[in-house]
Nanobody, 122 residues
Framework: QVQLVESGGGSVQAGGSLRLSCAAS????????MGWFRQAPGKEREGVAA???????NYAESVKGRFTISPDNAKNTLYLQMNSLKPEDTAMYYC????????????????RGQGTQVTVSS
């Protein structure tokens, strides 16, 4: 049974940092493009960062230089290190398994977790 469980969200002040974790089970991270989406109330889902089995990454322009995605294949866990957080980063963050880059760029996913809330105050 495929499962993705996110953790690490919370409330921080602008300029702070958080690290999100996504524990995967039922498949291996290397089988998919693994990514993080976010969605704020009233806004469309946005792909934040993704990584494939070869280590190729894609970041949204708004988070480049501030967020880093990384997998721990031994733990089958995906991370998102978020630094220099801004109020506009406030959203529900979802970990997702995507069958390929073409679907990532269409904001589509195969599996998704329940999400973890990130709130950044000014």
């Amino acid at each position: 049974q495929v499962q993705l469980v996110e953790s690490g969200g919370g409330s921080v002040q602008a300029g702070g940092s958080l690290r999100l974790s996504c524990a995967a089970s039922g498949f291996t991270l290397r089988s998919y493009v693994m990514g993080w989406f976010r969605q704020a109330p009233g806004k469309e889902r946005e792909g934040v960062a993704a990584i494939d089995r070869f280590g190729s990454t894609n970041y949204a322009e708004s988070v480049k230089g501030r967020f880093t995605i990384s997998p721990d294949n031994a733990k089958n866990t995906l991370y998102l290190q978020m630094n220099s957080l801004k109020p506009e980063d406030t959203a529900m963050y979802y970990c997702a398994a995507v069958s390929g880059w073409d679907r990532w760029f269409r904001n589509e996913y195969q599996y998704r977790g329940q999400g973890t809330q990130v709130t950044v105050s000014s």
